[in-house]
């Protein structure tokens, strides 16, 4: 499985942005698909996760500001990213279950205050 991640950028505080990922890869059944974060010099933390029936997942620290949603047919998994703050600036990375996990290359999601 092979996961493209894209929607980073450059956003003032209090703005938003909207990542995607599309997983490709043939003969691959995807179960839980997710987004997390790694900030300089912190450890990769999950934010984020939606199962195959669509019912979301949220780290305390981005629930209500944050909405994943899934398109199963693409393989896609969409986070919205709304009212900003300096720390939510990371990379942003995507993932894909199945018996195995893969992550893709991530996106630079960067706030300004």
């Known amino acids: 499985v092979q996961l493209q991640a894209s929607g980073g950028g450059l956003v003032q505080a209090g703005g938003s942005l909207n990542l995607s990922c599309i997983a490709s890869?043939?003969?691959?059944?995807?179960?839980?698909m997710g987004w997390y974060r790694q900030a300089p010099g912190k450890q990769r933390e999950f934010i984020a996760g939606v199962t195959t029936g669509g019912d979301p997942y949220y780290a305390e620290s981005v629930k209500g500001r944050f909405t994943i949603s899934r398109d199963s047919n693409k393989n896609t998994v969409y986070l919205q990213l709304n009212s900003l703050k300096p720390e939510d600036t990371a990379v942003y990375y995507c993932s894909a279950h199945t018996t195995l996990a893969y992550w893709g290359q991530g996106t630079l999601v960067t706030v300004s205050s």
């Open positions: 890869g043939s003969g691959v059944r995807i179960t839980f």
